[in-house]
């Protein structure tokens, strides 16, 4: 089983979202990042999910949000055929300036920007794939740990993934 990436366009009604999410849960499928938003038309929005499943799960997947209503398509995608991007935010506290100051020149040399540095905090963004966030995330811990044993991470937020098709 791997990591799918569902993309959906449905009406921008109220309860449209609760019926997808309501069938993954039948369905004892798990949605492990979601995002939703309006489209160019105001009247259409498009949820954008990642699940862990194999080919015969994703094909059940979208067959059954396909005979939703207020479902218009649904696609599979990944790969070479889309882009994908997931923005997260991490705050490090209880480092001193000059640990707070390292941990900003690394995180810039892997094309992430500071949001907030003072005395007693630090909060990095970096937006990429979910793999290219996953190793910054890991690279950031391991940053930290080289500089002491006892700085971590103090908060972690991660939006869900945006992609687009392609073609």
Do not use: W
Not at 2 to 16: D, F, K, W
Not at 52 to 59: E, I, S
Not at 80 to 108: G, H, M, P, T, Y
């Amino acid at each position: 089983m791997t990591r799918q990436l569902i993309s959906i366009l449905l009406e921008n009604e109220p309860g449209a979202l609760s019926r997808v999410v309501g069938l993954f849960a039948q369905r004892n499928y798990n949605i492990e990042t979601l995002s939703v938003a309006p489209t160019e038309d105001p009247t259409l929005s498009r949820i954008t999910l990642t699940t862990v499943a194999d080919g015969v799960q994703l094909k059940q997947i979208v067959r059954q949000v396909n005979k939703l209503i207020e479902v218009y398509s649904v696609k599979a995608l990944g790969g070479a055929n889309c882009l994908e991007r997931e923005l997260v935010i991490i705050s490090i506290s209880d480092a001193s300036s000059k640990q707070l100051d390292s941990v900003i020149d690394f995180a810039q040399s892997l094309n992430a920007s500071s949001l907030v540095k003072s005395d007693e905090l630090g909060i990095l963004q970096f937006v990429g794939s979910g793999e290219e966030v996953d190793h910054y995330i890991n690279c950031i811990n391991a940053k930290l740990v080289e500089l002491s044993p006892d700085l971590r991470i103090a908060e972690l937020v991660r939006s869900g993934v945006a992609a687009i098709e392609l073609n």
